[in-house]
């Protein structure tokens, strides 16, 4: 039975990660479900659009869900999964067809469906529901710290504020070709670090925190800056920061075209640990 949500319960966050250890388990690699974000739902018991869907047996077990994402307004990822034992069922059907109708109950203009690489059943379903590839990403993982290194004295970081938001949206849409809409809601707790080198912002990038988990997202150094090793510099010191509070891993995504970007996260130690499609669902 689907039931959509407007927020999530601590019973629905407890099934929705029963599903994932049982979807992983069976399929291996990982989902690119943000914990952090679904917590945050969580934790907002108000009325609002739908943010995820959940598929129940009839004894209330999870047997499939999707979730949305959206970090400029405009553009949704899509991230779902279905209980091994329940395939076969129409359940991921029923669910990407309820999930199209959300996507346009809540205006986004365009809605893209994350398929882990190895997951033939996802390929086809995408492509039975006449989505074309968009484009592909590595999912990266850091397991250790990186090995020291001199840091750079000319380069800091400090926490974004709001007097930053117009010269870290130049940069996020030089390197991204857009913004977040609402980038300040990343400010929260430091997540959002500036980069500056000798005085000048060169850059930027979000920290955030999931469990023993840590994340480097948005990561955009400005052209005119790039080849000097400020970004293997800063991305060293936000890894073992992350490692020094705790942290067993550090995670980030990088397009399976940037060459360049994957050899400077390779060269700090992270390596693939999976392929990701991202197919644009006809809305």
């Known amino acids: 039975m689907l039931h959509p949500r407007t927020h999530l319960t601590p019973d629905d966050l407890s099934a929705v990660a029963d599903l994932e ?20 739902r969580a934790s907002d018991p108000g009325e609002g659009p739908t943010t995820d869907l959940l598929w129940t047996a009839p004894d209330g077990r999870a047997d499939g869900y999707v979730g949305f994402d959206s970090w400029d307004g405009r553009t949704v990822e899509l991230v779902g999964m279905v209980d091994p034992d329940a395939r076969g069922r129409g359940i991921g059907t029923a669910l ?4 199209v109708q959300v996507c346009r109950d809540r205006g986004f203009s365009q809605a893209l469906l994350i ?36 840091e750079d004295p000319r380069t800091t970081l400090r926490a974004a504020t709001t007097a930053d938001l117009e010269v ?12 977040p809409t609402h980038l300040e809601a ?12 000798d005085g000048v912002v060169v850059g930027t990038l979000r920290r955030p925190r999931d469990g023993s988990s840590g994340g480097v997202y948005g990561f955009a150094v400005a052209p005119e800056f790039q080849g000097r090793g400020i970004g293997r510099d800063v991305l060293r ?12 891993s550090v995670r ?22 999976q392929t990701e499609d991202y197919y644009d669902l006809p809305l």
């Not at 291996?28 to 945050?40: F, N, P, Q, T, V």
């Open 21 to 40: 250890r049982r979807v992983v388990a069976h399929d291996g690699g990982r989902l690119k479900i943000e914990w952090e974000d679904l917590r945050a």
């Open 237 to 248: 010191r936000v890894s073992r920061a992350f490692f020094d509070e705790g942290a067993t």
């Open 115 to 150: 398929v882990p690489r190895p997951s033939e059943a996802g390929h086809h379903l995408a492509r039975r529901l006449g989505a074309p590839l968009e484009h592909s990403e590595h999912a990266l993982r850091l397991d250790a710290p990186p090995p020291p290194a001199a």
């Open 252 to 273: 980030l995504e990088v397009a399976v075209d940037n060459d360049r970007a994957l050899g400077l996260y390779t060269s700090v130690g992270f390596r693939r640990v």
């Open 96 to 99: 990407l067809e309820a999930a």
């Open 186 to 197: 990343g400010f929260a707790g430091g997540a959002t670090l500036v980069v500056e080198h």
């Open 168 to 179: 870290l949206a130049e940069l996020l849409t030089a390197a991204f070709g857009q913004a």
